[in-house]
């Protein structure tokens, strides 16, 4: 099959129009339209499809289909993509940490350092972000000034949020870690994040002027949990601060500029700005505004903006010390106002050259709603369901298929630490690109399920899943995937047995013998016992064998509980005979569905 040559790659973006699809693929746009059609898909040469069909129809025609996430200015710089010069910006910055461990005292303190006297009295203004300058000795000795901008929306949410989005904004995430608490568990779920993201840590430990601090321990504790200190040999910078005293604050802010410089962070810094919405909200006087961070490009007051499905004209610009500004750069943080509804956390603010560009932007993405890709179907959930029911699986094999290496090694991490002693998880194979009809073939085969994270699925391999029966899981965020996956397991766990002792018997005496039963008389010495468990014989120290219980009676009448105390009648099921003076350990057996520990929130 075509599939096993190696394609070529297209950068499409978001909205394709079939002109220009046709055109990257080297192709008459009518061969485009024939194979929507054949898809069942009805375009003319004027009209736009959405990324996924694109690639489809790119994967048709041997290219493997690329998503230009720069999609709206690249079409205003696509006469000369050379001309695009990329410089280096500030570094972004989340603090995350466990709650009470300093992370707001700590933005406070660096903010703080680097306000000079007059200004301080002026900042009441909370923007959600705000940048911050670093003296910096280079190299070569030189001193310059470094930017750093941190988010000041502390906390995991505002970050998954963010990520659940798509947009990853963070640079640097600092892991803010108490000195004498040490390491708890929103420490650990920050790790998850920072690792998901697959960005940089620097750990801060902070209130090292408590005198219970101890450093060393913190160090050990987040050894455990995979993430080693530069000085024991590991990759994660980790140093002492004291938000309260401020020690050890220029130094973190150091580090923060050195990992920038590894990075090598840059952005395109002329022409129609890209944005991310980090806070929005309506201001008495300003009107619905939002807290962005820009991406690339110039922003200024008088843009035409889209954002969310509307478009807007920036009234104003005040950076993030509320003075009014005339631009923003890539990296800074920035409260733009004159939208004309609140515009939501994480989405994607574009700037262009006018009014009528930004209807035909908005007209293209309606258009694009209203195309029908190629419905996704969840088979994960399908599988707990079925486990559920009866069917016993010890393992859960997946084909996994993800648009980057990043997402592929984020996924096959996650998967990995979801093996349990008696569940696996296997990833039968995992690739970069579209879905191939041999991942289906191999999906038969095995019994594995097809996971599709961010790639499209060709016409033909979706025949070929529908005619098998294969069920294709189609997913755009990591988190979605690794809950159902959770929860897939938790079909295929055995469940747990939980067994209590919930009270104890003395035979007084045996009523009744036959094969397969006993009934007995006697008091019950402990607790209180219910028909329905398990028994537990005991012959002076000895325990001679199990029993079960069947009916429990008092004067004859059937009862479900007896308290200590009280004397009562038990009818037993087993062979093992019964004296007098035998104590009986009634146990209750409880089974428990296991849930998975998920391993990010
Ligand atoms: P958050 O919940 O992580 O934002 O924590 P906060 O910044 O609100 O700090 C929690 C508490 O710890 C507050 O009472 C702070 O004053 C205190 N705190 C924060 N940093 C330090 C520090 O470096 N030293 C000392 N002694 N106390 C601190």
Redesign the pocket.
Known sequence: MPQEEKNQTVLLPEVVSIKMLATQLGVAPVEIIKKLMESGILVNINESVDFDTAAIIASEFQFDAIKSDEEESRTEEKDDKSKIKKKVRPPVVTIM??????????LDAIRETNIIGTESGGITQHIGAYQTKVKFEEENGKKSQRAITFLDT?GHEAFSQMRAQGANITDIVII?VAADEGVKPQTLEAISHAKAAKVPIIVAI?????PDSDIDRVKRQLTEHMLVPEEWGGKTPMIG?????KEGIDKLLELIVLTADVEELEARSDGNAKAVVVESKIQSGKGAVATSIIQEGILKPGDVIIYDDDFAKVRFLEDWKGQRIKQALPSDPVMIAGFKKIPKTGGIIFALKDEKTAKARLEERRKKDTVKGIGAVRSLADVSKSTKEGEKITELKIILRADVKGSLDAITDALEKFSQSDIKVTAVSSALGAITESDINLAIASGAIVVAFRVPIPANVLKLSEANDIKISRYEIIYELIDDISAALEGLLEPEIIETTIGKLEVIKVFFKSKGKTIVGGKVIEGKITPGTKVLVYRGEEKIGELKTELVQIGGERVNVVEKGNECGVSCLGELKLKAKDILEFVLVEEKIRSIKKITQ
Do not use: F, M, Q
Not at 97 to 106: A, F, N, Q, S
């Open positions: 940490g466990h709650v009470d461990h300093g992370k707001t005292k700590l502390p803010v902070n209130k090292i002027d408590k601060v004291s938000a309260k005293t």
